[in-house]
């Protein structure tokens, strides 16, 4: 059983950044795409980025190109979220997650993940 564990959130004000990560843990962890993931309180989940850990391309949503920048430490598994200059709407609950197929047109769907973290809180103050 894989288990994502998340840290790194926190409270910013506008223009600020944070570094949120997520490491796989508990079983040996053998998938091929990491996600990013936010929600907010009467929103459907949103795909933020992916990467494939083969080749270390990415996918990013709209509304955080040139801002967000997703990276993987192949040595410890560990995947971070660089999140710059964030906006008062990037606050959100934020959720990693893993799949074992590579990330494709898929990325951006949470049913194309079976394993999820526990979710990280951001808020961005004005």
């Known amino acids: 059983h894989v288990q994502l564990v998340e840290s790194g959130g926190g409270s910013v004000q506008a223009g600020g950044s944070l570094r949120p990560s997520c490491k796989p843990s508990g079983s040996t962890y053998r998938g091929n795409c990491m996600g990013w993931f936010r929600q907010t309180p009467g929103k459907e989940r949103e795909g933020v980025a992916s990467v494939n850990t083969v080749d270390g391309s990415a996918h990013y949503a709209d509304p955080v190109t040139g801002r967000f920048s997703i990276s993987r430490d192949a040595a410890t598994s560990t995947v971070y979220l660089q999140m710059n200059d964030l906006k008062p709407e990037d606050t959100a609950v934020y959720y990693c997650?893993?799949?074992?197929?590579?990330?494709?047109?898929?990325?951006?769907?949470?049913?194309?993940?079976?394993?999820w973290g526990q979710g990280t809180q951001v808020t961005v103050s004005s």
């Open positions: 997650a893993a799949a074992k197929l590579q990330c494709g047109t898929a990325w951006s769907y949470g049913g194309f993940y079976p394993y």
